[in-house]
């Protein structure tokens, strides 16, 4: 089975690029309103202990450092570390960058009040059970795990409207897809596929309560131009509709918040 940090290894010089796409600027505006909707929702602390899991080349490091939260990031990949300690020596602010797996969290017990998990490091995981349960470990209680997954019925969707049959019985089956860019790695990786039941499922196994699960994106496939236009004003719809039950299968990627209860 091929490891997401060995590809993410070959691709750091390349990663931060994708994001300049309308989509993806779209994407990150999207989860940034979804966080913060989720951290207003419980009253959190106005600076608040953070761990990033996944942190990449550290997009939501500066995100949260930028907020004035005490941050600490934990990413495998060590080109996407070398590229993300460039960025923390810019914002000049105190950041503990680890290298580590997120089914092996060398920290203390109750330590965070936020766990984030973006860019689908659940379903990039070797053992997402794994991964999740040491999240709900280091979390505080009431402390909030905030992240995303990829959505099996995208997937599905994919295979089928290009009349991959054999593709989409297989994705049924084992709710699981081999992924990456063969045109910048030869390297490839499986993604761990959910549905909304299936993440729900897992996150209350854990031990999490109070669940939201939304879609991101659920509407589109966007113009490019239109995207770029009225980017605020389409972030605004999505935000409103993420949630709705109907549209959360059909988004790329499952947004999900899940709380640490506060008493056992």
Partial sequence: MGRSWDYYDDIAHLYDSQYEEPYWKLYQILTERLIERSIDRYKMPAT??????????GIWMEYFVERGDR?????????????????????????NII???????????????LVNAQGDVFSYALKPTEGLSEAYRVL????LLIGSVDSLYAFLNDSISVGDFNAFKQLLKDKKSRIG????????????LFTPDDLQTLLKKVGF????????????????????????????????????????????????????????
């Fill in 181 to 192: 860019n063969n045109e910048i790695s030869r390297r490839m990786f499986d993604t761990t």
């Fill in 71 to 95: 941050v600490t990031c934990l990413e495998p990949s060590k080109n996407m570390i070398e590229m993300m300690q460039i960025k923390a020596q810019a914002l000049e602010k105190e950041v």
């Fill in 48 to 57: 608040l202990d953070v761990l990033d899991l996944g942190s990449g080349t």
């Fill in 99 to 113: 290298s580590g797996i997120c089914e092996q969290l060398p920290m203390d017990h109750d330590t965070y009040d």
């Fill in 209 to 264: 309560e109070e669940i939201e699960i939304a879609g991101k994106v659920v509407f589109g496939p966007y113009e490019e131009e239109v995207i770029i236009d009225q980017m605020d004003l389409i972030a605004e719809f999505e935000e409103q509709h993420a949630f709705t039950k109907e549209l959360i299968g059909k988004a790329e990627h499952l947004h999900f918040s899940a709380r640490k209860p506060l008493y056992k």
């Fill in 140 to 143: 505080k209680a009431g402390g």
